[in-house]
């Protein structure tokens, strides 16, 4: 069972120690396609400043 990325707000370090990360990038763009309003709310370290992150560690 993978280790979950408790307080962990580095993408690369989540890449490297093996940590479970679950990609929402599809349903983000269904939710912006679909034109709703929607309010995504999360607790404090839970990953808010991680979306940021990502952009430069993502190889395409």
């Known amino acids: 069972m993978q280790k979950l990325p408790i307080g962990i707000q580095n993408f690369e370090d989540i890449r490297k120690e093996n940590y479970l990360y ?19 709310s999360r607790p404090r370290r839970f990953g808010k400043s991680l979306n940021i992150n990502i952009r430069g560690n993502v190889s395409r």
């Open 22 to 40: 679950v990609d929402k990038t599809k349903q983000i763009l269904q939710m912006i396609e679909n034109g709703k309003c929607y309010f995504l």
